[in-house]
């Protein structure tokens, strides 16, 4: 006979704990009736247990012990919302070896270890859902594993991180440099008292890695893929974008390609035409082409408690009918056996072919210009426009250019051999322009 309540063991009580409580609770009616049998939150480990969260909590429900809250037998599925790598594992092998389902936001383990996670509950034959790992409230993981299973997908690009997109949509609009900017957003809620993993691009790279492994079923390595994050954008090289008809927004960008997976995180300018440039604040926005469907654009908050618990308790209720019914998911964590993703290479970033906006800091002398354009052309590097707008100061001007398609591998060779000339008086910004997103190039 079917268990008639299911409930649900959640470690880790911060914003988007709490915001599953709020949504279990609030939607309670509706979740049921979706069921057929209620969700119930019935346990919930914390190491801090004395901080008023804003929802009532029975008591004795709130527990430090984390170990005990997996092997509760009242416990049917275990929320992981700690994040970071342990022991965050530990907690989720341990419920899955228990035959418990898992559903977790926590991107960083699953960049790791998802496959060792994902093994665990094929073998378990129960649910390990990650739809808030990515985007949020979005859902694009459950579009990536079902919606578009029958089609061989191409790319998956896009803006993956609302800390960096607030700070960039502000930047862009002349409210402040990225320093006063985090300050803002970390007031608002936006941004860590220690913004590193979202502005550096780690939480960016773990998101492209399981977006990488969902679309193209094969899985790459962090450390072999290209990270930029943005505390080198400023407002100069905003206004210059807008003036060139580009918007400047950090992008996580992966291509199945016959070499391998190109795989990128780093800011860049996007056109204005580009749906991406639309996306502004601390939404995300998530592209993917395959050759069927073409394109489809996922779009929504990718960040807060919320949004960020829908998700979640989605993967709860994909959970719950897995026990409910007594059977295994038909659907795999990653759309696919484990065992059945690639290990795939990932195309060095020196290979990948760009147009660049280049920004010089040069002296302001008949012949400057020449020298750089030189070296330039000296490797093969064609130069698509050149504006200088602005008068010099202390004998400086800077100069900005628009380079046509080349490789990464040959800009930094000129930029080697420019950075010794006398005339350059500050390390060049180069910033990556794409024009083939979305297109076969
Ligand atoms: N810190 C993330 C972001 C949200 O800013 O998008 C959680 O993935």
Do not use: W
């Amino acid at each position: 006979m079917a268990k008639r309540e299911i409930g649900v063991g959640l470690i880790g009580f911060g914003t988007i704990g709490t915001g599953v409580v709020r949504v279990l609770r609030e939607h309670a009616q509706s979740i049921g009736e979706r069921l057929g049998a209620p969700l119930k939150i019935v346990r919930i480990a914390d190491l801090d247990i004395k901080t008023d969260r804003g929802v009532k909590i029975p008591k004795g429900m709130l527990t430090a012990d984390a170990r005990g809250l997996i092997n509760d037998p009242a416990v049917d599925i275990v929320v992981e919302l700690i994040g970071g790598l342990e022991p965050a594992r530990s907690f989720q092998l341990e419920a899955l070896r228990a035959g418990k389902p898992v559903v977790t936001a926590n991107k960083a383990v699953l960049s790791a270890h998802g496959i060792e996670l994902a093994t665990a509950a094929e073998e378990a034959g129960v649910v390990l859902g990650f739809e808030a790992s990515v985007g949020g409230g979005i859902p694009v993981i459950r579009a990536l594993k079902e919606s578009v299973a029958g089609d061989r997908n191409l790319e998956v690009y896009g803006i993956v991180n609302g800390t960096c997109n607030y700070i960039l949509t502000e930047m862009a609009a002349g409210r402040g440099e990225f320093a006063e900017v985090v300050g803002r957003a970390q007031k608002l809620g936006l941004a860590e008292a220690d913004p590193s993993y979202d502005v550096d691009g780690l939480d960016s790279l773990h998101k492209l890695v399981v977006l990488t492994a969902l679309a193209f079923g094969k899985v790459i390595d962090p450390k072999a893929v290209h990270v930029e994050g943005i505390r080198s954008v400023s407002g100069v090289d905003m206004a210059y974008a807008r003036d060139f008809g580009y918007t400047i927004k950090l992008l996580a960008v992966a291509r199945d390609t016959a070499n391998g997976v190109e795989a990128r995180v780093h800011p860049a300018m996007v056109p204005n035409s580009h749906l991406l440039a639309k996306v502004a604040g601390a939404f995300n926005g998530v592209c993917l082409r395959g050759r069927a469907l073409g394109t489809s654009v996922y779009y929504g908050q990718g960040a807060g408690m919320m949004p960020t618990a829908t998700a979640v308790v989605a993967d709860l209720i994909e959970a719950a009918r897995s026990v409910l019914a007594g059977q295994a998911p038909l659907v795999l964590p990653y759309g696919q056996p484990a065992a059945s993703l690639d290990k795939a290479r990932v195309v060095p970033m020196a290979d990948i072919e760009h147009e660049h906006y280049i920004r010089f800091q040069l002296s302001d002398k008949p012949g400057a210009l020449a020298k750089i354009t030189t070296i330039l052309a000296s490797v093969g590097i064609s130069i698509a426009t050149v504006a200088q707008h602005e008068k010099p100061s202390k004998g400086a001007v800077p100069v900005v250019m628009r380079t046509h398609r080349t490789q990464e591998k040959a800009l930094a060779k000129a930029l080697a051999r420019i950075a010794k000339l006398a005339e350059v008086r500050a390390r060049p910004v180069v910033i990556r322009v794409e024009e083939t997103l979305g297109q076969d190039h």
